[in-house]
């Protein structure tokens, strides 16, 4: 029996039509969701009593031969019948006749999108996890490989105080986990199942909605009815989450790209990993670092074109919302692209750390030091540091200078101190000072680094938990 679409009942839609209106070209991807949970609607019908058990038996077992079909690559779908869910159902009915048309009962294309969707998201939320671990490793490893290195610290893009490599990198880790936890809370307003809402008043047939959910994995039904077929805030708030996790690493990749420069010298690009210039054979460029800040934007404009979608649309369900789903896949596909290359790139790179220290040592970086040790000896803050800004602008610059001046008016300021101590102010001495929790000294990172391996094995459990939810989606269709 041939199924067509529910609008071509009342009326025939021409080909221009279709063509602008039809999703399958996109929602194709949710192939597997809508069959996972068609099947779980069948038997939320058998329950109720609306479908035999012989019926739930041959429902399922053409469903799941679908699912084997479409993976296969054996089966297509008619972008005539508009969407995913009206192809599943036509092959459903051709494959087991009459009875592929009940699976329809109790349920609109209104809640199956939103159900679809979700479980899209979350999958998609897991595997965009998984590779945030991966970079949140190598830059773990990163820092324990160069725990000693010193290396200029910025405000501003100008040296301000040293620190090490390792706090510099632990920084971006503690951003990637701030990113980390965001993804996981998404992943739980996400994981909630809408089905049984129906078009938008909910059903009259005695629904189980509980029965879908838990065959599901997901943890809760939705309250509302209007609601659940309306709400794309799960698909803003994963967009979001994943813009500002590509602001972030656009930002290291801004780093990056400095510190490949001749200016700064501060790494060596791997060779496989970059390209040389059609012109110039002398030159390399860092160009996964340069893609990734670039994609930052485009990940950015799929979130402000989602957020317009949404922004005017009444209650319940309108066909605008069909606008979310490519740009939410490009969001994805774009951060997990990013993700891994940039977790590969990182693995290879390598730090000049004799130019990083020596450029630490540039550019009056103990300056502060200088006007902390005045202020420990009882001259007032705002006064030593007015002393020490004088002192830096008349010695130009320059270090030697700056070392000499200082000298001479710290003795007259306090008579008592021994000048050889001033010569005790190094970068290395400035770095071994800064240690507060969460400083830059040695022992403070090493408290750190504790910290962010406890981070990593407490998020890697979570997603240990999250995956089989995942997982029940292949496992309802045996695949």
């Known amino acids: 029996m041939k199924t067509r ?49 012989m019926e739930l038996k041959r429902m399922t077992s053409g469903l799941k031969a679908i699912a084997r079909d479409v993976s296969n690559g054996n089966a297509r779908l008619d972008p005539h019948l508009e969407d995913v869910h009206m192809n599943i159902e036509s092959m459903v009915t051709k494959r ?47 820092a324990n490989d160069n725990s000693n290195t010193v290396m200029p610290g910025y405000t501003h893009l100008q040296h301000a105080q040293p620190v090490l490599l390792s706090h510099h990198l632990l920084a971006h880790f503690w951003r990637l986990d701030r990113d980390m936890q965001r993804i996981l809370q998404c992943y739980s307003r996400t994981n909630i199942s809408p089905l049984g809402s129906g078009a938008l008043a909910g059903t009259g047939f005695g629904l189980d909605r509980t029965i879908c959910a838990k065959m599901l994995m997901m943890k809760q039904v939705t309250e509302n009815s209007l609601d659940a077929v309306s709400d794309r805030d799960f698909v803003a708030e994963a967009a979001f989450a994943l813009s500002l996790l590509m602001i972030h690493l656009s930002s290291l990749c801004e780093e990056l790209v400095l510190w490949s420069s001749h200016e700064f010298g501060f790494v060596r690009l791997p060779k496989k990993l970059s390209s040389g210039s059609s012109m110039m054979p002398q030159k390399r460029n860092p160009d996964i670092p340069e893609l990734v800040r670039g994609k930052s934007g485009r990940v950015v404009g799929d979130l402000v074109a989602i957020l317009t979608v949404l922004k005017s649309l009444p209650l319940a369900y309108n066909r605008d919302l069909q606008e979310d789903k490519e740009n939410l896949f490009d969001v994805f596909d774009t951060v997990g692209a990013s993700l891994h290359a940039l977790t590969t790139f990182l693995t290879e790179l390598e730090f000049d750390a ?30 030593a540091h007015g002393i020490i800004r004088d002192i830096a602008e008349e010695s130009g610059g320059d270090q030697a200078k700056f070392n000499e001046i200082a000298a001479d008016a710290i003795t007259k300021i306090v008579p008592n101190v021994n000048r050889s101590r001033l010569s005790q102010f190094t970068v290395e001495k400035s770095v071994s000072r800064r240690d507060s929790d969460g400083g830059t000294a040695l022992p403070a990172v090493a408290k750190q680094t504790k910290k962010a391996n406890a981070a990593m094995a407490r998020n890697r459990r979570a997603l240990e938990e999250l995956t089989a939810h995942v997982a029940a989606v292949d496992k309802l269709l045996g695949l």
């Not at 004799?354 to 005045?374: C, I």
């Open 5 to 53: 679409s529910a609008r071509s009942r009342s009326w025939s839609a021409n080909d221009e039509f279709l063509s602008f209106t039809a999703s399958v070209d996109f929602d194709r991807r949710l192939w597997k969701y809508d069959i996972a949970g068609s099947i779980a609607h069948a038997h939320t019908l058998a329950h109720a009593g609306v479908i035999t058990q």
């Open 96 to 142: 087991i006749g009459n009875t592929g048309e009940k699976l329809h009962t109790g349920r609109s294309r209104n809640d199956q999108v939103a159900l679809d969707l979700r479980l899209a998201a979350r999958e998609m939320l897991v595997r965009t996890t998984l590779e945030v671990l991966g970079i949140q490793d190598a830059l773990l490893r990163m």
């Open 354 to 383: 004799v130019r990083m220290g020596k450029s630490a040592e540039a550019g009056l970086m103990t300056a502060t030091d200088l006007a902390d040790f005045l202020a420990s000896q009882g001259v007032p803050f705002r006064t």
